[in-house]
């Protein structure tokens, strides 16, 4: 019996030596990002990216000699729980590096913690500018900021006949920073803006925004919100006969999906992106947006989630090279190498410039933007 007992010991031993040693053969990166709530939909097709990213870079032998490790978090979201997802990621599974998350408002609430802890976040989605104009050195967007979006639509205003507009969007960071840039640029081409509303992320009723929207008049309607929501915007639109154009901002719409979920609704209304995946080709790195597309087939992954999936790629893949750059997997050092990375993204090359107050500067990348239309029920570039 003693002799069993011992046996069992030293087995037990053997077993966490053996996972301590592949933890320490590990390189973690964290992921938090909405896998349930009111976006999951983006969520989940942002981490499916990511994944992608982690196994090219295993297969290809990792980094610094170390394989990738992605410990990913649900903020459900919600901004608490993004916190707290933050919180344990960096805490409780000790990563050196993060990506997130998804949310403007769900990013402004982790910052602090990236300061508190002294951990960089690489943010792929959140648009708002106070990210990076706040003073936080542990941020780096490749995300545009909204004012980078709207200020590259402005030069197709003209083309697109466009005399007074509107506004629909999420009733948050994100929705209402998007608004307000746009407007900006609208007015300042001479554009008539008339009512701006608002809804809850999780609203599925919108007539009365709807209908205040179709009393102001107008020949544009600019919505900002969720690839789940959008759809219910179309169908309620052509519901209560808004005869508006619609352009959805964010890059977040799907239009694949909406095709297929909101059909005749769909047509004719315009999407502004970050990659088009239907033309490859178009991009600034073509043979890496085709790959990505290849890979997201090959997986049986939703072809409608490559409008969002391509920004976990890219993210992981910036992480990636700021911890080749830093020689070693430490938070401090990962942040001062991402400032030289230059990386050849999906959406194009991917490298930082400063934003903010001297001396506590985030860092932003600039993007590509592409502007398709739904027409004939199949996505075309709207140029």
């Known amino acids: 019996m003693k002799h069993w007992m011992k046996s069992a010991v030293v087995m037990a031993a053997v077993a966490f030596a053996g996972s301590h040693a592949a933890a320490a053969d590990m390189i973690k990166i964290g ?23 982690a196994d090219e ?9 170390k394989q990738v490790e992605l410990i990913i978090e649900d903020n459900k979201s919600n901004p608490k729980e993004a916190v707290s997802a933050a919180e344990k990621l960096i805490v409780k599974d000790k990563v050196p590096v993060m990506m997130g998350a998804w949310s403007s408002t ?11 802890y002294g951990v960089p976040m ?16 542990w941020i780096f967007r490749i995300s545009p900021t909204s004012e980078m979006e709207a200020k590259a639509f402005g030069s197709k205003i003209s083309e697109l006949g466009i005399k007074k507009a509107n506004f629909l969007v999420v009733n948050n960071d994100w929705g209402r920073g998007a608004a307000a840039e746009f407007e900006k640029v609208l007015k300042g081409k001479g554009i008539d803006v008339g009512v701006t509303e608002t809804m809850d ?9 709807l209908a205040s929207i179709k009393a102001a008049g107008g020949d544009t309607l600019f919505v900002t919100t969720g690839v789940e929501q959008l759809t219910l915007v179309l169908k309620q639109a052509e519901e209560q006969q808004v ?4 352009i ?12 297929e979920q909101a059909g005749d609704a769909a047509e004719g209304s315009m999407h502004i992106l970050f990659f088009a995946p239907w033309f490859p080709q178009m991009a600034p790195n073509p043979e890496v947006a085709q790959k990505f597309v290849d890979e997201w087939k090959k997986r049986g992954l939703n072809v409608a989630g490559l409008t969002e999936g391509f920004r976990g790629y890219d993210g992981i893949m910036t992480i990636k090279a700021g911890i080749a750059a830093a020689g070693k ?6 942040r001062q190498a991402l400032w030289g990375v230059k990386v050849h993204g999906v959406n194009g090359n991917i490298s930082f410039m400063k934003q903010g107050p001297k001396g506590q500067e985030s860092a932003q990348n600039q993007p590509n933007i592409y502007l398709v239309k739904i027409k004939d029920g199949k996505v075309q570039p709207a140029d």
């Open 201 to 209: 992320a999780k609203a599925t009723d919108l007539s009365a925004q």
């Open 57 to 65: 870079i295993n297969a290809s032998g990792g980094v610094l000699g």
């Open 106 to 116: 769900y990013t402004l609430a982790v910052m602090p913690k990236l300061i508190e």
């Open 248 to 259: 959805t901002t964010g890059g977040s719409s799907s239009p694949n999906q909406l095709i």
């Open 329 to 334: 997997a430490e938070p401090d050092a990962i």
């Open 243 to 246: 005869k508006m154009q619609i």
């Open 31 to 53: 992921v938090n990002q909405p896998l349930t709530g009111a976006v999951a939909a983006s969520g989940n097709y942002v981490t499916d990216g990511a994944k992608i990213a």
């Open 122 to 137: 690489v943010v792929e989605t959140s648009s708002s500018g106070k990210i990076t104009t706040s003073g936080n050195p």
